[in-house]
Protein backbone atom coordinates (compact mmCIF):
# COMPACT_ATOMS: atom_id res chain seq x y z
CA UNK A 1 0.00 0.00 0.00
CA UNK A 2 2.81 2.64 0.91
CA UNK A 3 4.70 1.88 -2.43
CA UNK A 4 1.53 2.62 -4.00
CA UNK A 5 0.92 5.45 -2.92
CA UNK A 6 4.47 6.48 -2.97
CA UNK A 7 4.35 6.14 -6.66
CA UNK A 8 0.98 8.32 -7.08
CA UNK A 9 3.01 10.87 -4.95
CA UNK A 10 2.72 13.36 -6.88
CA UNK A 11 -0.61 13.19 -8.45
CA UNK A 12 -1.99 12.98 -4.53
CA UNK A 13 -0.28 16.28 -3.30
CA UNK A 14 1.07 14.73 -0.43
CA UNK A 15 2.74 17.12 1.88
CA UNK A 16 6.56 16.41 2.80
CA UNK A 17 5.26 14.72 6.07
CA UNK A 18 3.15 12.90 4.66
CA UNK A 19 5.05 11.62 1.62
CA UNK A 20 8.35 11.02 4.46
CA UNK A 21 5.39 9.09 6.34
CA UNK A 22 4.59 6.98 3.71
CA UNK A 23 8.33 6.20 2.58
CA UNK A 24 9.55 4.96 6.37
CA UNK A 25 6.40 3.17 6.81
CA UNK A 26 7.11 1.38 3.53
CA UNK A 27 10.40 0.64 5.19
CA UNK A 28 9.45 -0.62 8.44
CA UNK A 29 6.66 -2.53 6.90
CA UNK A 30 9.15 -4.29 4.70
CA UNK A 31 11.60 -5.01 7.74
CA UNK A 32 8.29 -6.53 9.39
CA UNK A 33 8.12 -9.11 6.68
CA UNK A 34 10.94 -9.64 6.02
CA UNK A 35 11.86 -10.69 9.64
CA UNK A 36 9.01 -12.99 9.79
CA UNK A 37 9.56 -14.53 6.23
CA UNK A 38 13.48 -15.46 7.54
CA UNK A 39 11.70 -16.69 10.76
CA UNK A 40 9.82 -19.35 8.95
CA UNK A 41 6.54 -17.44 7.88
CA UNK A 42 5.03 -18.09 4.44
CA UNK A 43 2.71 -15.26 3.41
CA UNK A 44 -0.73 -15.93 2.34
CA UNK A 45 -0.05 -13.43 -0.47
CA UNK A 46 2.21 -11.30 -2.29
CA UNK A 47 -0.50 -9.88 -4.50
CA UNK A 48 -2.90 -7.17 -3.07
CA UNK A 49 -5.61 -4.52 -4.32
CA UNK A 50 -6.00 -1.34 -3.81
CA UNK A 51 -9.10 0.25 -5.18
CA UNK A 52 -7.74 3.60 -6.32
CA UNK A 53 -10.44 4.93 -4.70
CA UNK A 54 -8.29 4.82 -1.37
CA UNK A 55 -5.27 6.29 -2.99
CA UNK A 56 -6.74 9.44 -5.08
CA UNK A 57 -5.78 11.97 -2.60
CA UNK A 58 -3.97 12.98 0.58
CA UNK A 59 -7.15 12.39 2.98
CA UNK A 60 -7.94 9.14 1.16
CA UNK A 61 -4.53 7.46 1.76
CA UNK A 62 -4.89 8.88 5.65
CA UNK A 63 -7.95 7.42 5.57
CA UNK A 64 -7.55 3.84 4.56
CA UNK A 65 -3.68 3.96 6.49
CA UNK A 66 -5.95 4.31 9.55
CA UNK A 67 -8.67 1.45 8.60
CA UNK A 68 -5.84 -1.19 7.51
CA UNK A 69 -3.46 -0.31 10.59
CA UNK A 70 -6.12 -0.96 13.13
CA UNK A 71 -6.15 -4.25 11.54
CA UNK A 72 -2.79 -5.11 11.80
CA UNK A 73 -2.70 -3.84 15.06
CA UNK A 74 -5.54 -6.95 16.22
CA UNK A 75 -3.33 -9.16 13.92
CA UNK A 76 -0.09 -8.82 16.09
CA UNK A 77 -2.40 -9.01 19.47
CA UNK A 78 -3.28 -12.19 18.35
CA UNK A 79 0.06 -13.47 16.93
CA UNK A 80 1.81 -12.53 19.91
CA UNK A 81 -0.75 -14.45 21.68
CA UNK A 82 -0.36 -17.58 19.76
CA UNK A 83 3.63 -17.23 20.00
CA UNK A 84 3.26 -16.65 23.87
CA UNK A 85 1.29 -19.62 24.10
CA UNK A 86 4.08 -21.98 21.64
CA UNK A 87 6.40 -20.41 24.22
CA UNK A 88 7.99 -18.58 21.83
CA UNK A 89 8.82 -15.74 23.75
CA UNK A 90 11.06 -13.81 21.51
CA UNK A 91 8.51 -14.05 18.40
CA UNK A 92 6.34 -12.55 21.06
CA UNK A 93 8.67 -9.84 22.10
CA UNK A 94 8.75 -9.25 18.25
CA UNK A 95 4.69 -9.41 17.28
CA UNK A 96 4.33 -6.55 20.25
CA UNK A 97 7.00 -4.38 18.71
CA UNK A 98 5.55 -4.66 15.14
CA UNK A 99 2.30 -4.07 16.88
CA UNK A 100 3.36 -0.92 18.37
CA UNK A 101 4.69 0.01 14.78
CA UNK A 102 2.00 0.00 13.52
CA UNK A 103 -0.40 1.81 15.82
CA UNK A 104 2.44 4.68 15.54
CA UNK A 105 1.43 4.09 12.05
CA UNK A 106 -2.32 4.93 12.63
CA UNK A 107 -1.85 7.74 15.18
CA UNK A 108 0.23 9.59 13.00
CA UNK A 109 -2.20 8.74 9.64
CA UNK A 110 -4.53 10.69 12.24
CA UNK A 111 -2.59 13.47 13.54
CA UNK A 112 -1.67 14.36 9.48
CA UNK A 113 -5.20 13.82 8.36
CA UNK A 114 -5.80 16.60 11.07
CA UNK A 115 -7.60 14.60 13.79
CA UNK A 116 -6.56 14.68 17.08
CA UNK A 117 -5.01 11.43 18.47
CA UNK A 118 -7.50 9.80 20.75
CA UNK A 119 -7.32 9.22 24.39
CA UNK A 120 -10.28 7.29 25.39
CA UNK A 121 -8.34 3.74 25.10
CA UNK A 122 -6.18 2.00 28.50
CA UNK A 123 -5.35 -0.55 25.84
CA UNK A 124 -6.35 -1.52 22.20
CA UNK A 125 -8.90 -3.18 21.24
CA UNK A 126 -9.32 -6.93 20.96
CA UNK A 127 -9.80 -7.91 17.35
CA UNK A 128 -9.25 -11.50 16.45
CA UNK A 129 -8.56 -14.59 17.85
CA UNK A 130 -5.99 -16.29 15.13
CA UNK A 131 -3.86 -13.90 13.18
CA UNK A 132 -5.70 -15.87 9.88
CA UNK A 133 -8.87 -13.52 11.00
CA UNK A 134 -6.82 -10.50 10.57
CA UNK A 135 -6.08 -11.92 7.05
CA UNK A 136 -10.04 -12.37 6.11
CA UNK A 137 -10.48 -8.88 7.24
CA UNK A 138 -8.03 -7.35 5.05
CA UNK A 139 -9.63 -9.28 1.77
CA UNK A 140 -12.78 -8.46 2.96
CA UNK A 141 -11.73 -4.62 2.59
CA UNK A 142 -10.79 -5.57 -1.09
CA UNK A 143 -6.91 -5.81 -0.39
CA UNK A 144 -6.84 -9.24 -1.75
CA UNK A 145 -8.43 -10.28 -4.62
CA UNK A 146 -10.42 -7.29 -4.60
CA UNK A 147 -11.33 -5.01 -7.49
CA UNK A 148 -8.67 -2.07 -8.25
CA UNK A 149 -5.21 -1.83 -9.15
CA UNK A 150 -3.08 -5.18 -8.32
CA UNK A 151 0.40 -4.89 -6.68
CA UNK A 152 2.95 -6.94 -5.78
CA UNK A 153 4.90 -7.38 -2.80
CA UNK A 154 7.02 -5.00 -2.45
CA UNK A 155 5.29 -2.57 -4.84
CA UNK A 156 6.23 -0.48 -7.47
CA UNK A 157 8.44 2.17 -5.64
CA UNK A 158 11.82 0.63 -4.02
CA UNK A 159 12.32 1.20 -0.49
CA UNK A 160 14.15 3.64 0.91
CA UNK A 161 15.43 3.53 4.28
CA UNK A 162 17.20 6.79 4.85
CA UNK A 163 16.88 7.48 8.61
CA UNK A 164 14.72 4.83 9.51
CA UNK A 165 16.38 3.05 12.50
CA UNK A 166 15.53 -0.82 14.45
CA UNK A 167 15.28 -2.22 10.98
CA UNK A 168 16.13 -5.48 12.77
CA UNK A 169 14.51 -6.26 16.03
CA UNK A 170 15.68 -6.43 19.71
CA UNK A 171 14.72 -8.75 22.46
CA UNK A 172 15.30 -9.67 25.78
CA UNK A 173 16.79 -13.17 24.11
CA UNK A 174 19.55 -10.58 22.42
CA UNK A 175 20.99 -8.93 25.08
CA UNK A 176 24.34 -9.77 26.67
CA UNK A 177 23.16 -10.64 30.25
CA UNK A 178 19.95 -11.78 28.99
CA UNK A 179 17.76 -13.67 31.71
CA UNK A 180 16.63 -17.06 32.20
CA UNK A 181 13.29 -18.54 30.98
CA UNK A 182 11.32 -17.12 34.26
CA UNK A 183 11.14 -13.82 34.15
CA UNK A 184 12.05 -11.33 37.64
CA UNK A 185 8.84 -9.00 39.52
CA UNK A 186 10.03 -5.42 38.89
CA UNK A 187 7.69 -4.72 41.46
CA UNK A 188 3.72 -4.16 42.54
CA UNK A 189 1.93 -2.49 39.72
CA UNK A 190 -0.83 -1.56 42.55
Same mark, same amino acid.
Given at each position: ?????????????????? *???????????? *??????????????????????????????????????????????????????????? &????????????? *????????????? &?????????????????????????????????????????????? &?????????????????????????????
Amino acid at each position: FYGAARSRSGELGLDDNT *ARFARTSQCEEE *AHYHFFEAAGAVPTTTTFTIDDSRITSQKSLLSAVQEFESILVGAYMSAGRKFAVNGES &RLMEIAYQAGAVE *AQHQAIARLLGGE &RVPGDRAFAKWMFTDPGDAIEAIASLGYIKGSGSEFTFPGPVDRNC &RGVTGLVPETTEDQPAAPGPAATPIGDFG
